[in-house]
């Protein structure tokens, strides 16, 4: 079974800042999985990368299968991007998603 | 704007009861995936299905739960009987799938299940 550990847990930043949230799973995957969850609930796919590096608006995020590492960029955060930013796999010939712990996200003003 | 649909969106129990929640996965969707999120254990997959026949469902404990697909726009977790842990939100989600596999994955907003 696929082990996936995100860092930082927790991140708290000022608007306009950098932002880096990082990913790393066990065993090959055929594909990873950017998540965001709003206070709420709802969720909402990102990305679903396999190589390289995929990019929609101020979000970047990149992968390195030899590595097994994700990272997800956000540049000029906004409060707005605060939520909760989940990475999650799927592979070995299954499509059902393996999920990390999250990363709790605060931008503030 | 297509969505997946999941009803009930909150749904409040007691221990012994019967619960079934219900999905809409979107339009041409072939693959549905059901999903638990707890505060201890957070996201994980319970079952999944493709052209509704069930592919996976070693996540989800057989002797109380059961998800089926009785047809192309319908997908049905139960538990029976329920139990306080059982106590989460539950989320469907649906993806176009085929031979190299699912595509991005549109979740529904989830069911809130409390089991007193």
């Known amino acids: 079974k696929n082990e996936v550990e995100q860092s930082p847990q927790n991140l708290t930043a000022q608007e306009g800042e950098f932002i880096t949230i990082n990913c790393s799973y066990s065993v090959g995957i055929s594909a990873l999985h950017w998540l965001q969850q709003h206070p709420g609930g709802g969720i909402v796919s990102l990305f679903m990368?396999?190589?390289g590096k995929k990019k929609h608006g101020r979000l970047i995020a990149t992968i390195n299968i030899q590595e097994k590492h994700s990272s997800l960029h956000i540049t000029a955060s906004h409060p707005r991007d605060s939520a909760v930013y989940i990475c999650?796999?799927?592979?070995?010939?299954?499509?059902?998603?393996?999920f990390g712990k999250g990363t709790h996200l605060i931008i503030q003003p | 704007d297509a969505r997946v649909t999941q009803t009930p969106r909150h749904k409040v129990t007691e221990m012994g009861q019967e619960v079934t929640m219900r999905c809409q996965p979107i339009l041409g969707h072939n693959t549905v995936f059901w999903y638990r999120q707890t505060m201890m254990q957070g996201l994980e997959l319970l079952a999944y299905?493709?052209?509704?026949?069930?592919?996976?469902d070693s996540g989800m404990p057989k002797d109380r739960f059961s998800a089926e697909m009785p047809d192309a726009t319908l997908a049905t977790l139960k538990i029976q009987p329920s139990e306080p842990r059982d106590s989460a939100v539950y989320f469907c989600?649906?993806?176009?799938?085929?031979?190299?596999?699912?595509?991005?994955?549109?979740f529904g907003p989830g069911t809130r299940l409390t089991v007193l």
């Open positions: 989600a649906s993806a176009r799938g085929g031979v190299v596999g699912a595509d991005t994955q549109y």
């Open positions: 990368l396999s190589s």
């Open positions: 999650a796999v799927s592979g070995g010939g299954a499509d059902g998603l393996t």
């Open positions: 299905f493709r052209n509704r026949a069930p592919l996976d």
